[in-house]
């Protein structure tokens, strides 16, 4: 177990629907980032949140949104769902290494989202 | 902007052999670099991390890698691989005094097969 939990651990949805994935980051983590994993794309960054606000954007579509809530727990929101967005969504929550400032990424299960 | 290339999409060892695995980076100057391991179905463990000073750095699981900076990379090695090992290889990059704000930029992964 890492610490960062990540809920509903699949999820099987419509094209058109939208969804809610839930992540709580590690005990004492501020930062919280998001990943898409899928076979064609790998592991694109999406976004990442410290102490509730926008630290840094990647390839994040406009159909999705995420935010940090005051208890650190991040939610992604996907909407108007395609086919291609089925994929599996990792969380991550960072420390930062207190010798070099560095922040080191824990990452979640997982969420699997299939788009029928 | 930074990027990984790992040029091996697949490796195929027997147990007891010798592993490397390659990991290129693209980046101005001297990046964090990380190797994560995800095992079928989990999420991302993280095996190693470089940030400055010794070049050869340990991990988990008997892994070790070297950040070699004339040849922009940092490939992975296990003297002796276990069956156990077999799993998809990540190496991902990151950039240095970005404060709060930071990501990390993953390869596509290798796949390593362990045969008996």
């Known amino acids: 177990d890492s610490g960062v939990t990540q809920t509903p651990k699949h999820l099987i949805t419509a094209t058109g629907q939208r969804v809610t994935l839930r992540c709580s980051p590690r005990s004492g983590d501020l930062s919280v980032y998001w990943y898409q994993q899928s076979l064609d794309q790998g592991l694109q960054f999406l976004i990442q949140y410290y102490n509730g606000e926008e630290r840094a954007k990647g390839n994040i579509l406009e159909r999705f949104s995420a935010q940090q809530f005051p208890d650190l727990h991040s939610e992604l929101n996907l909407s108007s769902l395609e086919l291609g967005d089925s994929a599996l969504y990792f969380c991550?929550?960072?420390?930062?290494?207190?010798?070099?400032?560095?922040?080191?990424?824990?990452f979640g299960a997982g969420s699997r989202l299939t788009v029928l | 902007a930074q990027s990984v290339t790992q040029p091996d999409i697949h490796i195929t060892v027997s147990e007891g052999a010798s592993l490397e695995l390659r990991c290129n980076y693209s980046y101005g100057a001297t990046p964090y670099l990380f190797w994560y391991v995800q095992s079928p179905g989990q999420g991302l463990q993280l095996l190693l991390k470089y940030f400055s000073g010794d070049t050869l750095v340990q991990g988990i699981k008997g892994f070790e890698a070297e950040f070699k900076r004339s040849q922009s990379s940092f490939n992975l090695r296990k003297p002796s691989v276990h069956w156990s090992d077999a799993a998809e290889y990540f190496c991902?990059?990151?950039?240095?005094?970005?404060?709060?704000?930071?990501?990390?930029?993953f390869g596509t992964g290798t796949r390593l097969q362990v045969t008996l």
């Open positions: 991550a929550s960072s420390a930062r290494d207190g010798y070099s400032g560095a922040n080191v990424l824990t």
């Open positions: 991902a990059v990151g950039a240095p005094n970005t404060g709060t704000a930071s990501k990390l930029t």
